[in-house]
């Protein structure tokens, strides 16, 4: 087109158009090319920073311009405008934070998991910390599903395996048949050992299922046998130790059951030393008297009546003679008279004679601190040690944690009142494994030779050095449980207390060697050494059960959810069932050594108020594992009623049942007869849960009298019956 035709054009009519503002500058010099304005990358406006918005802003996720003492938004919203410090703010988060978490750790795992999942979206800490609240509420009133009543093994007991192999090893598993096996061959070897007379009556009526077995045994379990001689005992002449008319063979025997049974868990004298002096005759010796010979004798005669019941007739005649020279030797004492007043102690109390235990047990504990051995403080203790040579050190150690935890373990197990108790625990180091006897130092010393471990060497010497250390953690126990209540200094008893002293004892067993591990081929002491470390366990916890308790105290240093005291004494309780089946199905000392009985009066008082389906089972292997030990010891017929009477109360047994099991016990001894109308004295606790509360009639003795009464009443009325 022509310019000038342009020019030509008619003028268009002008129209009011909008003002348009100035582009802004950044753009005009752009050369880059625009990004259109509905761009989902446009950037968005920059907030106005401030250090900290107001409450009401935060909450409701709104912009705060920070100003104060109101900001614009709370200005235009008549809301309260208010500022938290920081400082405050980070200190009461911090307090909720520990607070929230200690409350999921009540909880099982997944509620807890459900509780978080609910406040994950709430930005509020109030409402997250009310929400956990009310979470563990429920969970402590029972509405939670407790795990300890779901299937499915227990996460404690799981914990607990994983970590201390040594207490609760996962090879040990017990099924219900093995021990409806042994209950059967239990009953199977008593009735076997029955008279004629008591067979015939096998014909009358019969309740509870525990009679339809043979009177002729086919049992396979073992039975007591003939000890070997100790060949350091070659050349005994007793004579020259004792006035009582006894062969030299049987004292040798007898002296050999005790070291290859009993001594090597009691320990109370070396070894070596005793047997040196007992050979030479030397009643001048520091290791060797005649109060100690005749004392351990007495012990040593009812343990071998098991295997010949004519040693009975010379139990008597060894107490009278100790005593005698006892009386004699405590005016000059020696640790041979604190060790004689010890084995008269332990024969009382299991022949059920009289009282004379605790006088014994008395005189001992007062020769001991007399002797500067233990019961002293350290400033006196660390002058008795100077004043000893070396050999006298190493033969007085033995002595003095031998006697020292027969002590303790007459307080914790027995809990009989005005048990002495000590101040300070021995003075002497925990003695080495020395004390073992020839043999074993030249079956040890072959394998050094050999360059390996032999598997038949015996490990009395390790069980003995272990069982110190043991029983000094349960010296603390029992001193804070039993033998200071009441004084201005006593420790509370705390749960905290209680979980130190289980962690003491896992730690222990977690440095054990590992010939004290549990296996198929331990020793028998061995085995003993574990049924006392759960009973002890079961002593830590059971002032603490809380049963069915709304609120449920819970151990601080393992998981949760089932880490409360029920359930490590639950877990003890399984590991006792598995050990006594053990031990009375392969050994023939669970016939002669009554030193592991405690395991079985703690078993059976589980069991009264055990919910399990096999409670029965074991509350009879318990009662009958003590009928084979009614021959050598008295005071089990006391502790087999007393237990009968109090499974009348708890309904776990019936009359006629509890008759029977009493008739069997006593037909299986055949001196039962002779003291059957003796009264046997047994004042030490049968009833553990009121041990405390009402101590004089939770013995022995008082159960045992109730027993007639509490089978006419439970036979004859329901005041005895169980929903």
Known sequence: MNPSDASNRPERPQRNLARLLPAPTSHLDDSRPRVPDSSPFLTKRPRIGVPIACNPCRLKKTRCDGGKPTCRACQRKGHDCIYEDPNIKGARNGDLLLEAVGLLNTLNPSRATATLLSVAEQNDSAEVINAIRQAADLA??????????????????????????????????????????????????????????????????????????????????????????????????????????????????????????????????????????????????????????????????????????????KTESFRVEAQRHLATEIKSPKSTTMVAAMFLSLGHLVQGKDHAVLRHLKEAAELGVKLSLFGIPEADAVAARERLTAEEAKALAYPSWGVFNWIVLMTLFYRQQNVPSLKHPPVLDVPDSEGTSKADEDHMRLEKQLGYQLPSVSYAGDTFVALCHFWRIMYDVATVYYDRQGEADHQPLTLQFAEFKFRELLAWTDELPLTLARSGANPHYVVILHLWLHSAILDIFRPFLQGDAPRRRRLRT????????????????????????????????????????????????????????????????????????????????????????????????????????????????????????????????????????APESATVEAHAAQFEENAMLRDYTSLFDID
């Not at 099924?175 to 015939?200: G, H, I, V, Y």
């Open 558 to 693: 393992f998981a949760p959810p089932m880490n409360t005291p029920d359930a490590a004494y639950a877990a003890s309780v399984e590991q006792l069932k598995r050990l006594i089946v053990t031990y009375r199905t392969k050994y023939s000392a669970s016939h002669y050594t009554i030193i592991w009985q405690t395991s079985l009066l703690y078993t059976a008082n589980a069991m009264l108020h055990s919910k399990e389906e096999d409670r029965l089972t074991y509350f009879l292997i318990c009662l009958y594992s003590y009928a084979d030990l009614r021959q050598s010891f008295r005071v089990t017929e006391a502790i087999v009623r007393a237990l009968l009477s109090m499974g009348m109360q708890n309904g776990v047994i019936t009359g006629p049942v509890a008759r029977r099991v009493l008739r069997d016990l006593r037909s299986a001894a055949p001196q039962a007869g002779d003291d059957a109308d003796e009264m046997i004295r047994a004042p030490f606790i049968a009833d553990l849960d009121h041990a405390v509360t």
């Open 140 to 313: 402590a009133q029972h509405l939670d599903p407790d795990p300890a009543l779901l299937p499915g093994p227990s996460s404690f007991t799981h914990e607990l395996t994983a970590r201390h192999p040594f207490t609760y090893p996962s090879n040990q598993e017990m099924t219900s048949e093995a021990a409806e096996e042994l209950l059967k061959e239990l009953l199977e070897s008593t009735r076997s050992k029955q008279s004629p007379q008591d067979s015939m009556r096998r014909s009358e009526p019969r309740d509870g299922g525990i009679d339809c077995v043979d009177t002729e045994s086919t049992s396979t379990l073992p039975q007591p046998e003939i000890p070997a001689l100790d060949p350091e005992l070659e050349g005994l002449g007793i004579h020259q130790w004792t006035e009582v008319e006894v062969s030299d063979e049987f004292a040798s025997r007898a002296i050999s059951l005790y070291l290859t049974t009993d001594h090597n868990l009691l320990s109370p004298f070396h070894r070596g030393y005793f047997l040196r002096d007992l050979i030479a005759g030397d009643r001048s010796s520091l290791y060797c008297s005649p109060a100690m010979v005749n004392a351990l004798l007495y012990w040593c005669s009812q343990m071998y009546s098991s295997i010949d019941a004519k040693a009975n007739l």
